[in-house]
């Protein structure tokens, strides 16, 4: 079960919502040629699995979408007020080279109401600081996402990579992507999600997807690990502040593949371990070794209950699903393109004929990455 | 609307619908609008994942579906004819009683969940817990016979009705783990050998009689002629049988 104390800053953007069944959906499509395609792709391929939301969140993560300043980290922050907007640009301008600062462009749209103030800034980590601690850049930001999200009141940084953005809202996807101008942004990689809450408020923060860095993950189920997980990440740096179990996958890969430099299919199956009788009956040696000390020292980044998720990072896209699965996920290849879902009808709606389309087994990611550089 | 309203003589009113972007609660309206108008086949353009098609339709009318057809396909329907001349999505023949569903593609997860009677055809792959909670009673006997392969728990908690997969061009296994666990009635039929180390506890290998072979044989014939497959080189003796070797896996539990 998830401990929820809401303070004074989560009433404005809180949602009410009673307990209704789970069914969230999600697409992602990426090119591994690195061609980019507008943000209103995704969000036609969204429309199709409208019904698997319920109004209570949408969101969208675009890679590729900043090449004019692809080398500094973009970050999306939404404020509640002007006393919170003013002490996290204290902190920022304290911290950080400013290169450019602005509002994110939205248009109106009547199902998208309350919004937040939403600005995003394109900066880096000030010399001085970083060479005062000797900490890597990506460490630095993750501190100052982590110190922003945690003290600063009504403020929420929730996009913090390079040359990607997230952009999510209480709303059904298809408004979201309106609200926000998607179709302006061209990315080589998209994800989306329509979030249906269960367990948990729908709010601004809490919509999918999640993103630390690099990563960014759309979710659908419900990870009953989330209290192990979110106190092993904690040892690490990691503070959980967004009300929902998803935020603990993309810390984990930031952990894994970031920090532990494990390569993406061995922290896929961390997440996704095999089950102990699977590992017993592993012929190879060699393996079957790698399996049990997996299992052994990442016992707490296990990741149990339901799952269906997709993982976008610069490099690429990941579809995963738990070991039994327990939700629905469909990918396909079309020439170079990578497409993965909850539904092959919110593919065949953006790729009508696909080369090949299939249902990956429990377990098994999903992964496509770049051929060269973009 | 009667069965009786259509006589047989008379030619079969058809009609083609183009369902682009229709919203399923619509396309669903109009279908049932045009049955109580009397069409008897009805062709649906167009579909990309639209939910509820056919469900809980309990007249002899023919649905054709071009396009993916979305979750929950045929549920509860207790008659109609659905075919399919593309892939399907999650929950075919939920809770199913009578009728027929052809899928001539393949078809996503608990496909056949609860069902109670008719029949479905899928001529690719099917995905995890199909067939789970399967049921028979006397001339009620569901079948869900595919082409391809099956993931994990297929045919969980059965209690009746018939399952079989072809494995077309697959190499065994054709199921994935937790095959048949807590199954307590009806029978599978896997082409090629089964391993034990996928079979739930309840179940058993057991030789195909005279019996099956002749109902197996009638099975394929009918399949092939609906999937518009060549199975002349699929033969019986090929297959595995397993069945449950205790109707009442739980009969004990509450007596120690």
Not at chain 1, 114 to 132: D, T
Not at chain 1, 157 to 180: C, L, P, T, Y
Not at chain 1, 244 to 260: C, G, N, Q, S, W
Not at chain 2, 164 to 179: A, I, K, R, S
């Amino acid at each position: 079960m998830m401990e929820l104390v809401f303070g004074d800053q989560y009433s404005k953007w809180q949602v009410d919502t009673c307990k209704v069944p789970a069914a969230c959906g999600l697409s992602g499509i990426i090119s591994r040629d690195g061609k980019v395609l507008g943000g209103n792709v995704i969000i036609e391929s969204m429309r199709v699995i409208h019904d698997r939301g319920n109004g209570l969140g949408g969101g969208f993560a675009g890679y590729g979408i900043y090449p004019e300043h692809r080398d500094h980290y973009a970050l999306h922050i939404m404020f509640e007020g002007a006393e919170g907007r003013s002490a996290c640009e204290g902190m920022l301008e304290s911290e950080l080279e400013i290169e450019a600062a602005e509002e994110i462009n939205t248009r109106s749209v009547p199902a998208i109401q309350e919004a937040p103030e939403l600005r995003r800034y394109f900066a880096v980590p000030r010399r001085e600081k970083l060479a005062r601690e000797s900490i890597e850049p990506d460490d630095f930001m993750v501190r100052l996402v982590m110190s922003i999200n945690t003290t600063v009141p009504g403020t929420f940084v929730f996009s913090s990579g390079k040359n990607m953005g997230v952009f999510k809202a209480v709303g059904f996807a298809e408004d979201v992507g309106e609200f926000f101008r998607l179709e302006e942004y061209n990315g080589y990689t998209w994800i989306g999600h329509g979030r249906f809450p269960t367990n948990t408020p729908g709010w601004w923060g809490g919509a999918h997807p999640f993103n630390i860095l690099d990563w960014s993950v759309v979710h659908n189920g419900e990870i009953s690990s989330y209290g192990i997980n979110k106190r092993y990440l904690e040892m690490f740096g990691y503070e959980c502040t967004l009300l929902t179990d998803t935020e603990v996958m993309a810390y984990l890969f930031d952990l894994l593949v970031r920090k532990h430099r494990l390569p993406l299919e061995v922290a896929c199956s961390v997440l996704a371990a095999p089950f102990w009788k699977d590992i017993d009956s592993e012929a190879d040696p060699e393996r079957k070794a790698l399996e049990q000390a997996l299992r052994m020292t990442y016992s707490s980044a296990l990741v149990n209950g339901p799952f269906a998720v997709i993982v976008g990072y610069s490099r690429g896209m990941v579809g995963l699903n738990d070991r039994i699965k327990l939700r629905p996920l469909v990918a396909a290849y079309k020439d170079d393109y990578l497409y993965v879902s909850s539904e092959e009808s919110a593919i065949r709606q953006i790729c009508p004929r696909p080369d090949r389309v299939w249902a990956p087994k429990a377990g098994q990611p999903v992964i496509g990455e770049l051929k060269g550089d973009v | 609307m009667s069965k009786a309203a259509t006589g047989r003589e008379e030619e079969l009113k058809s009609v083609t619908v183009d369902a682009t972007g229709v919203y399923y609660r619509e396309l669903n309206h109009r279908v049932r609008e045009l049955v109580d108008e009397g069409y008897r086949e009805i062709i649906l353009d167009g579909v990309n994942g639209q939910r509820y098609i056919g469900d809980g339709l309990v007249d002899d009318v023919t649905i054709i579906i071009n396009g993916v057809a979305g979750n929950d396909l045929g549920a509860f329907m207790d008659g109609p004819t659905v075919i399919v001349n593309d892939n399907a999505q999650d929950g075919v023949a939920n809770t199913m009683n009578s009728g027929k569903i052809v899928v001539r593609g393949h078809a996503g997860d608990v496909l056949g969940y609860g069902m109670r009677g008719g029949k479905v055809f899928v001529t690719g792959d099917v995905g995890y817990r199909v067939g789970i909670h399967m049921k028979s009673y006397k001339e009620q006997v569901p079948v869900i016979v595919a082409g391809g392969r099956a993931g994990d728990f297929f045919g969980e908690y059965m209690a009746g009705g018939v399952m079989v997969l072809l494995g077309l061009g697959e190499e065994p296994p054709l199921t994935g783990d937790y095959l048949g666990t807590g199954m307590h009635g009806g029978n599978i039929f896997l082409r090629g050998p089964v391993f034990e180390d996928q079979l739930g506890k309840e179940v058993r290998q057991f030789p195909l009689d005279e019996e099956d072979r002749c109902f197996l044989e009638g099975l394929l014939e009918e399949f092939a002629a609906d999937a518009g497959m060549d199975l002349s080189g699929v033969k019986t003796d090929e297959f595995s049988k397993l069945s449950p070797f205790s109707h009442r896996p739980y009969g004990n539990m509450y007596c120690y």
